[in-house]
């Protein structure tokens, strides 16, 4: 489309999840295919490098989906977590407020922000998934659902922390904030691992006849 993207990733997703989740592939395919890509390696933890960043350079919209993703590695490595997801989020929305007040942010947020309130609700089983009992569920959650009075994990309370952060400078600060509360997301350069990244590594443990481990609800899909 002719934009320039600045693609700002330090490959943390090898040091949390090993060889299997290196970045490393992707990016040198995005080097090699697009004329307009650059990539910065920088940390998002690191605030005085991203403030430079966004100092330097005049971008119109920064797509914020840097993060430590999973529930189980956040239990492992809870301050990592934190760090990634909630001050490297502020660090973000903190230079841009400082230094590109006009420009638009979007933020990768998660279904996970719901905590465990989503299985007081109840589910009828089918043949080969769960759906929800109410109909006004029929096409999922949205954000009217309450996100407190439940059980998040350290993962969903960190990436609370960021969404609320993102909502917090569009509110306060009146910057173009948008949040994106997903679930599922994934595509063939996502480098899936067991831990996260389900459907990609689902398909990759098929096209590999390694085994795929299913993990409660009886094997049947309760997520949308
Ligand atoms: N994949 C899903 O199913 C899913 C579901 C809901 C929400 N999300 C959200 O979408 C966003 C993207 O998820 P994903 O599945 O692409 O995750 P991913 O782990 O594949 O991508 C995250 C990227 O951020 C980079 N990164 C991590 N820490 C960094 C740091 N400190 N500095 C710079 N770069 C860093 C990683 O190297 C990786 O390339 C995340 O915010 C995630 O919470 C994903």
Same mark, same amino acid.
């Given at each position: 489309?002719?934009?320039?993207?600045?693609?700002?990733?330090?490959?943390?997703?090898?040091?949390?999840?090993?060889?299997?989740?290196?970045?490393?592939?992707?990016?040198?395919?995005?080097?090699?295919?697009?004329?307009?890509?650059?990539? =910065?390696?920088?940390?998002?933890?690191?605030?005085?490098?991203?403030?430079?960043?966004?100092?330097?350079?005049?971008?119109?919209?920064?797509?914020?989906?840097?993060?430590?993703?999973?529930?189980?590695?956040?239990?492992?490595?809870?301050?990592?977590?934190?760090?990634?997801?909630?001050?490297?989020?502020?660090?973000?929305?903190?230079?841009?407020? =400082?230094?590109?007040?006009? &420009?638009?942010?979007?933020?990768?947020?998660?279904?996970?922000?719901?905590?465990?309130? =989503?299985? $007081?609700?109840? #589910? &009828?089983?089918?043949?080969?998934?769960?759906? +929800?009992?109410?109909?006004?569920?029929?096409?999922? &959650?949205?954000?009217?659902?309450?996100?407190?009075?439940?059980?998040?994990?350290?993962?969903?309370?960190?990436?609370?922390?960021?969404?609320?952060? =993102?909502?917090?400078?569009?509110?306060?600060?009146? #910057?173009?904030?948008? /949040? +994106?509360?997903?679930?599922? #997301?994934?595509?063939?350069?996502?480098?899936? /691992?067991? #831990?996260?990244? +389900?459907?990609?590594?689902?398909?990759?443990?098929?096209?590999?006849?390694?085994?795929?481990? &299913?993990?409660?609800?009886?094997?049947? $899909?309760?997520?949308?």
């Amino acid at each position: 489309m002719g934009m320039t993207v600045v693609g700002v990733d330090n490959n943390m997703r090898r040091d949390l999840f090993g060889p299997a989740g290196d970045t490393t592939p992707t990016l040198q395919r995005l080097l090699a295919d697009c004329r307009c890509f650059r990539h =910065v390696d920088i940390d998002i933890r690191d605030r005085s490098r991203v403030a430079a960043l966004m100092q330097n350079e005049r971008f119109d919209l920064v797509v914020h989906a840097a993060a430590q993703p999973s529930h189980d590695l956040a239990a492992r490595r809870p301050a990592d977590d934190f760090d990634i997801n909630a001050v490297g989020t502020f660090n973000l929305l903190e230079a841009c407020r =400082v230094h590109a007040p006009e &420009i638009v942010f979007c933020h990768l947020s998660t279904n996970k922000v719901y905590g465990d309130g =989503v299985n $007081q609700l109840g #589910l &009828i089983e089918r043949t080969c998934r769960y759906d +929800f009992a109410e109909p006004r569920y029929a096409n999922g &959650i949205d954000e009217s659902f309450p996100i407190d009075r439940c059980l998040h994990s350290p993962f969903g309370a960190s990436k609370c922390a960021a969404d609320l952060m =993102v909502q917090e400078y569009g509110r306060y600060f009146g #910057l173009k904030t948008g /949040v +994106f509360r997903g679930g599922c #997301l994934t595509g063939p350069d996502h480098a899936g /691992v067991e #831990l996260h990244g +389900f459907l990609n590594h689902l398909v990759r443990s098929i096209a590999r006849t390694n085994s795929y481990t &299913i993990i409660g609800y009886r094997g049947k $899909q309760v997520r949308d």
